[in-house]
């Protein structure tokens, strides 16, 4: 089996049409098959789900190929200020054009999960079905945790990062 990583530098991008979406590539173990693009939960690394496809006992791989995707704001994918569904479900569809997927099967653990459903539910004829591990269709804007990581996300924001040096 193959891996083929998608790396390029993550880029702060001035347009939200422009962010890029980066991963890794796991071929599947027939030729033809088809796609999934799996996303992985906040600030969990979506690389630690390679382990996951492509134990033994996991049939995935006999019938899929697999995308293990950044979303934007993580890992090697671009940045940009927006964090806004829309705007992260228009990255995947535009990834989907760039790989030249017509459609894909969708699945994510926790976050990743959300991202999977909302641009399978907004994109529907692009979509052949959605797996999730942890991620039902709940509004997490109201729990203590949700609120407690906006707070950092904010404190993140503001942070002059651009005066700062690696």
Known sequence: MKIHKHFTEAQLRASTDSVELRGTFLKGKKTDLPTM?????L??????HKAFFEQENSKILDVRNVWLLDIRNMGQSDHHESFAME?????????MDQQKLT????GGHGFGAKV?????????NRVTGVVNFEGGPLDHRYYEPY????????????????????
């Open 87 to 95: 705007d992260i479900s228009a990255d995947v569809v535009r990834f």
């Open 116 to 124: 999977a459903l909302a641009t399978a539910i907004n994109n529907m």
């Open 147 to 166: 609120q407690e990581l906006v707070s950092y996300v904010d404190v993140a924001r503001k942070m002059p990062v651009n005066k700062m040096d690696k």
């Open 103 to 106: 459609m894909a099967t969708l």
């Open 37 to 41: 693009l799996w996303f992985s939960d």
């Open 43 to 48: 600030v969990e690394p979506v690389a630690n």
